[in-house]
T-cell receptor, first 114, second 113 residues
Framework: NAGVTQTPKFQVLKTGQSMTLQCAQDMNHNSMYWYRQDPGMGLRLIYYSASEGTTDKGEVPNGYNVSRLNKREFSLRLESAAPSQTSVYFC?????????????FGEGSWLTVV | GENVEQHPSTLSVQEGDSAVIKCTYSDSASNYFPWYKQELGKRPQLIIDIRSNVGEKKDQRIAVTLNKTAKHFSLHITETQPEDSAVYFCAAVGGGSNYKLTFGKGTLLTVNP
């Protein structure tokens, strides 16, 4: 039982390049999320998917796209990377949080855009 | 949307002392309040949570209190140990959504031996 697995762990991009962060969970959770973490800013929600087939914007969606490929997988794409997107990205999954379910995070992806 | 404020941003205590971190939230309909601990280079991990129908919850040296009227909740760590040193985040789930977990900006707790 791996929990939430995300790849790659580290990536350096040049400005304007594109890339996709991959995430998969094996806990049969309905909901999946992408957060970014910047120093002094806490964790901010980029996009989430309440259930398979749906995606919604979070607090900071600009510059990103997502795909909920199936119940297990939720990918985050940067079409044209910018230095402001240098951050640590966390994928997460859960069942409905309002019912008191826990959110589980992946190990994080360190992205640097130069 | 929900707004979560967390204080202090840094906290330094001596081993064995207590540590208290406070958070306020804006959405009176929020109903779930987890706390996460994040060690350097690691993922955030849940340490304790509380739901809106409960005023206090304890788990060994950790406790969380919730004041719905004042819209604030606090994390209390007693008998602190060096391994408690980490960044702690509070969070709240807004009453209008089961999916948007809004985080505070974090508290760097340092426990000095």
């Amino acid at each position: 039982n791996a929990g939430v697995t995300q790849t790659p762990k580290f990536q350096v991009l040049k400005t304007g390049q594109s890339m996709t962060l991959q995430c998969a969970q094996d806990m049969n959770h309905n909901s999946m999320y992408w957060y970014r973490q910047d120093p002094g800013m806490g964790l901010r929600l980029i996009y989430y998917s309440a259930s398979e087939g749906t995606t919604d914007k979070g607090e900071v969606p600009n510059g990103y796209n997502v795909s909920r490929l199936n119940k297990r997988e939720f990918s985050l794409r940067l079409e044209s990377a910018a230095p402001s997107q240098t951050s640590v990205y966390f994928c997460a999954s859960s069942d409905p949080l309002g019912a008191g379910n826990t959110i589980y995070f992946g190990e994080g992806s360190w992205l640097t855009v130069v | 949307g929900e707004n979560v404020e967390q204080h202090p941003s840094t906290l330094s205590v001596q081993e064995g002392d207590s540590a208290v971190i406070k958070c306020t939230y804006s959405d009176s309909a929020s109903n779930y309040f987890p706390w996460y601990k994040q060690e350097l280079g690691k993922r955030p991990q849940l340490i304790i949570d509380i739901r809106s129908n409960v005023g206090e919850k304890k788990d060994q040296r950790i406790a969380v209190t919730l004041n719905k009227t004042a819209k604030h909740f606090s994390l209390h760590i007693t008998e602190t140990q060096p391994e408690d040193s980490a960044v702690y985040f509070c969070a709240a789930v807004g009453g209008g959504s089961n999916y948007k977990l809004t985080f505070g900006k974090g508290t760097l707790l340092t426990v000095n031996p």
